[in-house]
């Protein structure tokens, strides 16, 4: 049942799959430092300090897996059931859809590919007793789904310490060396970041044209498992694969990895987890999780040693680290989610700019005693910090009804440089997080793109312009789609603070605004679509749209996750049919850029052609 959140479309609704990519850490294009701090999927109402620390006391006396359940606070794993018979080969996508067609009030689904069933969770008695009328009898793809109560979760946290106690190995599938758990108290610092650098940056001791070579010889593997893929399902591909590896070496061809030009202090944003230390001596500790919780693990280490974490970075999570150590208000407590420092996001540029955001629980505490620690913060870093900061914002956390940002010092945003273009970078704006990579990135889909003035560049879900941008001086004109309004604002303020005037940003989903942006173009000019998808790839239906755009015959697909990518390329290819009625492109090259040094993590630039 470990399960890892992913976004659900369907916003009353948790979806989770099983996934061992999902919290992959501080590598790859993701934000994320160390791994979501609470996979345990627990809500609670605030509780005071007071209480929390309680609590924690007492869990650590009893180690009971389950003993959330009897504290007085809401936990959806009480309402819980488990639906049996599914069709095998269904993704989570036609489980959620299938889920709110029988109108049922989920509140978390968790699903296993491919095992034949799945948990769902209620907010009540009456919606789980409800679900399990509508779903029994229910008949799906010819199998007939039954649907009965199921157990709560355990704790993973009070598991993995009852485990302790009672000297058994848990689960071997942890990531975490068993020293941690077994003998925990006798590992030293150095040993003990060892296994953090390792869980990080597991290629950091490859001199770094061995880490080239590792990762190469990693997409030569996903180039053969996608054309296979691909020909499995496009029979007419076959020969034309069988042509390319007789030429280039592989089914597609594939150019070298191009390197990152910087190797050490890459990262211009991480987020710094705060907690106790993995021997529970330190209770405030600001820097990176050595296990997720999920899997029982939920110590602090500090991130002092750790290659990729610019200089700036560290002194900023050192001084904010001494300032909560001598603040009476708790730390945020990821078993019992009382507390209150959560979390410290920091950002940097080339241009020295340092953006801080503190993350903050106020559970119960009263608003002027938050409002002076506020001001006590802003004091604290604009007169004692050792690094200045540019930018101060603090970020209030409630529970279920989200979070609110407050600019508390500094200019609102930082500016980051891209070739000769600035960008102006807002708390909740995604930007590369290798700045120098990312300019070789830009340069690989510029040359992809065959830029000229006869071009035009469809720069899909666009976000804040950045490439649509690096691209516009060498073609005729750039039309950006994005469907985050506040993504768009930003864009046309790029746009004119780098007087750039052929770029135009469309607001809205790439599927309902695709067609009629192709249809403007002549069918002359060189059409080229850059679609650079969230992590997770795109939906569906926006392979669905680029197929039927008969205008359109090049696109340039950007990944941070291709094993999440091989649906969405193997859509654009698949032949001829009902659903995708117009003729299917073939993949022609993979350029791999390494964007994320000393970590096991690429990026990957596809090229497709009809």
Known sequence: ESATPVQSATPSINVEMKSETATEIGGEGGEKLAPAADDRSVDTGAVSGEQAGAEQTDKQEGFDPYGYLKENKFTSERFKIEIKNLPMGIKWMNLRQKIKQLGLKANKIKFQHNQGHCFITFNSDLDRDEGMKLVNGTVWKGFELEAKLAKPRADPVAKRKLEEESGTTGDKRRRIDPRVVTERNQLTQEEIFEQLEKNLLPLAHLPYEDQLKDKMSKVKTYVDKLSTMIGQCNNELKQYFKDQKKEHGLQIQCPPILPSPVLCGYRNKCEFSVGVSPDGREEKVVGA????????????????????????????????????????????????????????????????????????????????????????????????????????????????????????????EIIEKIFDMEFLISPDSFFQVNTAAAEVLYWSIGDLCEQSDNTTVLDLCCGTGTIGMCLAKKVKRVIGIELCENAVKDAKRNAETNKVTNIEFLCGKVEDLISATVDRVSRDENIV???????????????????????????????????????NIVSLCRPVSNNFREDAFRPVKVQPVDMFPHSDHYELVILLQR
């Open 529 to 567: 679509a850059v679609l650079d998808p969230p992590r997770g790839g795109a939906h569906g239906k926006v392979m669905k749209a680029l197929r039927r755009c008969t205008n359109l015959k090049k696109i340039i697909y950007v990944s941070c996750n291709p094993d999440a990518a091989k649906q």
């Open 289 to 412: 999780r050595l296990g997720r919780y999920k899997d029982g693990f939920n110590g602090v280490v500090n991130v002092d040693k750790l290659s990729h974490v610019p200089q700036a970075m560290k002194i900023i999570a050192k001084d904010f680290q001494e300032y909560i150590r001598l603040s009476p208000i708790l730390a945020y407590n990821t078993s019992t989610h009382g507390g209150h420092w959560n979390q410290l996001t920091v950002k940097t540029t080339l241009q020295g700019h340092v953006m801080a955001i503190v993350s903050f629980y106020p559970q119960d505490l009263a608003q002027d005693v938050v409002a002076e620690e506020k001001g006590k913060l802003r004091d604290y870093f604009t007169s004692q910090s050792s690094s200045p900061l540019t930018s101060l914002y603090w970020e209030t956390n409630i529970r279920g009804q989200g979070k609110t940002l407050e600019h508390l010092h500094g200019s609102k």
